[in-house]
């Protein structure tokens, strides 16, 4: 409990950390009404693509300096040197990210889904999948971070992206699937089976990669 308010108190300091993504997010969805102005009959119809790929844009940006300024500062290593379970600091940091990110993010999906769609079932139902898929593509993103610690975020993005794209085919079907009433819980089951797994291995893959970068 100590070490999950430590790392709130840290990321609560870095502003721009938490609520550059959020912004992100929120800009994009903003932008993308305007682009359709002269059709505002066909606004649902790429909303859903949009609403997925700036979660995924919004994500990409939380998880880029997740550990460069205490790799940089030298806390990481101390942290690694005194924690008997790093991958569990790892979990800790990822989850109150998502936390102070992802939720706000899962929120703000919600508000505009209703908005475009004005379809409370519909957009009641987005929020889970907003939810899970936030918590999936920061593990993904974490471990992209992790990879490219000092050899810039590029490479983390390159190798990260196409272990996302599954997820977005998933969250498509899903649409599809709460559209037309058919297994809209058989996705979200399928999601958290996902992050279930992905919660588990990406924090002990990162420990180890970020070992390798301080040794």
């Not at 992100?24 to 790929?53: C, N, R």
């Not at 800790?92 to 102070?100: A, P, S």
């Not at 971070?145 to 977005?168: D, E, M, Y």
């Amino acid at each position: 409990m100590k070490l999950l308010k430590l790392e709130f108190l840290k990321l609560k300091k870095k502003s721009r950390s938490w609520l550059g993504p959020i912004l992100v997010f929120w800009l994009i969805m903003i932008a993308y009404p305007l682009t359709v102005e002269l059709l505002p009959e066909k606004l649902e119809v790429g909303f859903f693509s949009v609403l997925w790929i700036a979660t995924l844009i919004s994500m990409m940006l939380a998880a880029e300096d997740i550990f460069l300024e205490d790799f940089n500062d030298g806390s990481l290593e101390q942290t690694m040197i005194k924690t008997t379970s790093f991958a569990s600091l790892i979990s800790i940091k990822v989850f109150i990210y998502w936390l102070l990110i992802g939720i706000p993010i899962s929120l703000l999906s919600f508000i505009f889904s209703f908005g475009t769609t004005t379809n409370f079932v519909l957009s009641l139902m987005i929020f889970p999948l907003s939810i899970i898929s936030s918590y999936i593509f920061l593990n993904l993103f974490v471990l992209g971070n992790a990879l490219s610690l000092n050899k810039g975020s590029v490479l983390g993005a390159l190798v990260t992206i196409p272990l996302a794209l599954p997820v977005l085919i998933v969250l498509g079907k899903s649409i599809v699937a709460i559209q037309f009433n058919i297994n809209y819980s058989g996705f979200i089951f399928l999601l958290l089976g996902c992050l279930s797994i992905i919660i588990v291995a990406v924090p002990l893959v990162v420990s180890y990669i970020i070992k390798a970068h301080l040794e």
